[in-house]
């Protein structure tokens, strides 16, 4: 007869558990979402935080994972769809920082800035036209096109900070992690 199948080592159920684990706290702040006025824009960007230690310990496919489980949890979970659609059309953007911080400064803003509005417009279009989410139509009803470029400019420019931000967060769990090995 042949050996038992052995489990998961001790680096595969680490993963596993880290993975698990920054899932359902980013599935928790989406959800948070909804019970907090003004949050429908935090939220997301809280859960995105989540993505930073599995991308730092496992690599990209790691937070892809992991924002894959927490988007398809948030859709069917979450009150406010507005963060989890958010969340769904952006939350990627931590697994895919590391890659574009390859390029020279001015290119990496510009891309930046680009997916940032891609993602936006792409997810407004169709929770407006495909969706057709009654109270989002009303909201955008009384706005003019240069108000929503205006708004699109403005998230962009919030969008640029919080990828800095993402950038501390990242080196401060790198210095960390150094420093408890």
């Known amino acids: 007869m042949g050996k038992p199948a052995a489990g998961p080592g001790p680096r595969q159920s680490r993963r596993i558990a880290l993975c698990g684990l920054m899932a359902a706290l980013a599935v928790v702040l989406l959800s948070l979402g909804g019970l907090i006025p003004l949050a429908a824009f935090a939220c997301p960007m809280l859960a995105m935080v989540c993505l930073l230690p599995p991308v730092d310990e496992f690599g990209a496919g790691a937070g892809l994972l992991v924002y894959a489980a927490s988007a398809a949890l948030s859709l069917p ?6 963060a989890a659609f958010l969340y769904l059309f952006l939350g990627w953007y931590p697994a895919l920082r590391p890659r574009l ?3 020279p400064r001015a ?3 510009a891309a930046k800035a680009g997916l940032f509005c ?3 417009t792409a997810m407004y279009a169709l929770l407006l036209r495909l969706m057709r989410l009654e109270a989002l139509v009303e909201e955008f009803a009384g706005y003019s096109a240069a108000a929503c470029a205006g708004l699109l400019a403005l998230g962009c420019g919030v969008f640029l900070l919080f990828d800095r931000t993402l950038g501390v967060l990242s080196l401060v769990l790198r210095r960390r992690k150094r420093r408890h090995t």
Do not use: M
């Open 118 to 120: 891609l993602s936006v």
């Open 101 to 103: 911080e390859r390029l």
């Open 77 to 82: 979970l979450c009150a406010d769809k507005d």
């Open 107 to 109: 290119p990496r803003t």
